[in-house]
């Protein structure tokens, strides 16, 4: 919880520092924004192979960790030391109305800083929830019970710590500066890895082994070298090991399964001796079956992830031109995001302690209903965030155009209160695509290769947040071709950002469409042995029982 808060403590309010400290545009300052978010989310990979290759999870976290906090002791200093940070023209003069700019030197440290911090998550994001989901025995039957929630109950701890860095944080940025708003959650990070520290003696480690994308590798030489061999119709007479040689720690083994049969062209039987490129047993073939098979999936999640960039962009700069004063606060616009906070708290306790419960009668699925079908939901509730953002944003240019405002300083005689209904939605919205992502890319993947499937969870947000930024580019500059005015201005007052939310609404429908089609073809994995297969049984009755 508080390493999150440390993250959310920059990445909530970063946009209103990149518009009002380094006067950086609409269309830039979001960019730079979904831009780090996408590379935070984008170095678990290489943090996921460390992992299952090198350090193991434990130790890969405890070093990522102590970069995280370099990373951001060295944000601090940038946002506190005259000579690091921008030079301003006093609390009284309005950030429109400044003349001065941050030197190249200033703009650079700000980022360096931040993009060190991204390097330091990407060995603690793909590992510290795969180790806490690795602290249940699978062979148990009520650990495995507890682990089917361990999800829910995992995202509702990051967004309880979401909630301070929202409200708290957010409002210390604004009006005591920068560098206590950044300060506190650098000493919350320090705490958060002392605790960790602390639990070291009781922590359950899986072993490492070889690198799930060596394992892989070889799987997809073995098939092309062997692309025109005939595969046996008898799956048993495909390679595999003995069982002995599945009976050390980290070892397990999968049987045979119809999904992507091509690939067991690897563990078909060669002529005397051969490579480990050559012939590969058939539980590495399937384990690069299941995590081939994800990717369908996981490009299907891509498009909403893009959603999730709005919340730290263009939902705030809205919040930017509206009425946010209650008496003599001000709100400050980044604080809209604790909606997202509090709907999905709201919504994780209510569909883990009465949804599942309700619907497992009729299901007889331990988790209620399965993780596409939650994912699906999710999706729905995007599409519809989307044309709720539209018509609360042709409301507002409404209010803009009888008023006759004009430029970026006056101020929308709308309360900010109206931008609460898209950003609620979007935390239901999390509810059931995040968790259910998360999990179903940690549940599907194999042994030896959870945090790879952690990973690819990660990716989905980084390649979302990407695409973010080359979809406002895009759009921002196509509409302003032939003469045309432009959807995305710098004013947003003279902009559409009805008509980019529109568009989002489609691009949501088109891709729904398509994972609707990858989710019908998807088949979910078999239980490892057979002790899981005779436990299955007893797990609705002690989930009911807790």
């Not at 490579?275 to 498009?303: G, H, N, R, Y």
């Not at 883990?352 to 209620?368: I, M």
């Not at 006056?410 to 209904?421: G, N, R, S």
Request: hydrophobic share 45%; with cysteine.
């Amino acid at each position: 919880m508080l390493r999150k808060l440390a993250y959310y403590g920059i990445s909530t309010n970063l946009v209103v520092y990149l518009t009002t400290e380094l006067h950086e545009g609409t269309v830039k300052s979001s960019n730079n924004v979904t831009n780090w978010v996408g590379t935070v989310w984008m170095t678990p990979i290489l943090g996921a192979f460390i992992a299952d290759t090198y350090l193991g999870r434990y130790w890969t976290f405890m070093i990522a960790s102590l970069i995280y906090l370099v990373g951001m002791c060295f944000l601090t200093l940038v946002v506190s030391l005259p000579s690091l940070k921008p030079p301003t023209c006093g609390k009284n003069v309005s950030y429109l109305d400044c003349d001065k700019r941050a030197s190249s030197f200033q703009i650079g440290v700000f980022y360096c800083a931040l993009y060190i911090i991204a390097i330091g998550t990407g060995g603690t994001k793909p590992n510290i929830s795969t180790m806490g989901a690795d602290q249940f025995d699978d062979y148990e039957p009520k650990e495995r019970a507890h682990k089917l929630t361990f999800f829910n109950w995992w995202m509702f701890s990051v967004f309880f710590g979401t909630l301070f860095a929202n409200t708290f944080l957010v409002y210390l940025q604004e009006t005591s500066g920068w560098g206590i708003g950044y300060g506190i959650p650098t000493i919350m990070l320090l705490m958060a890895i002392i605790a960790f520290v602390f639990g070291t003696p009781v922590y359950r480690h899986k072993p490492r082994g070889e690198s799930p994308f060596t394992r892989m590798a070889k799987v997809l030489v073995a098939t092309t070298r062997k692309w025109n061999t005939r595969v046996p119709a008898d799956p048993k007479e495909l390679y595999e090991l003995t069982l002995d040689e599945y009976a050390s720690p980290g070892k397990y083994r999968i049987d045979h399964s119809s999904s992507l049969s091509f690939l067991d062209k690897a563990a078909v039987k060669v002529d005397g001796p051969a490579s480990e490129w050559d012939l590969c047993p058939v539980t590495q073939v399937e384990q690069t079956k299941q995590m081939i098979k994800m990717i369908p999936i996981l490009c299907a999640t891509f498009i909403p992830s893009t959603l999730m960039a709005q919340t730290h962009t263009l939902f705030i700069k809205q919040g930017t031109t509206l009425n946010r004063h209650i008496g003599d606060f001000e709100i400050p616009p980044a604080s809209l995001s604790v909606f997202v906070t509090i709907s999905m708290l709201i919504s994780l306790a209510v569909y883990d302690r009465l949804f599942v419960p309700f619907v497992r009668k009729y299901t007889k699925n331990p988790r209620g209903i399965t993780l596409l079908q939650r994912m699906t939901v999710g999706l729905i509730i995007h599409i519809v965030t989307m044309i709720v953002a539209s018509r609360v944003e042709r409301h507002r240019l409404s209010v803009v155009k009888e008023h006759g405002i004009l430029t970026m300083k006056q101020i929308v005689p709308l309360k900010i209160y109206i931008l609460i209904p898209q950003f609620a939605l979007l935390g239901v919205a999390d509810c059931f695509l995040e968790v259910a992502k998360l999990e179903f890319f940690y549940d599907q993947a194999p042994e030896g290769m959870k945090s790879l499937g952690t990973a690819y969870f990660t990716t989905s947000l980084g390649v979302g947040y990407f695409l973010s930024s080359f979809i406002l580019s895009t759009v921002a500059d196509v509409t302003k071709k032939h003469g045309h005015h432009g959807w995305i201005l710098n004013n947003l007052n003279a902009s559409r950002l009805d008509y980019y939310y529109a568009f989002y609404a489609v691009l949501s429908s088109v891709n729904f469409l398509f994972f609707l089609f990858v989710a019908k073809n998807f088949k979910y994995n078999a239980e490892v042995t057979d002790v899981e297969q005779e436990s299955k049984e007893d797990i609705g009755k002690i989930t009911e029982q807790s």
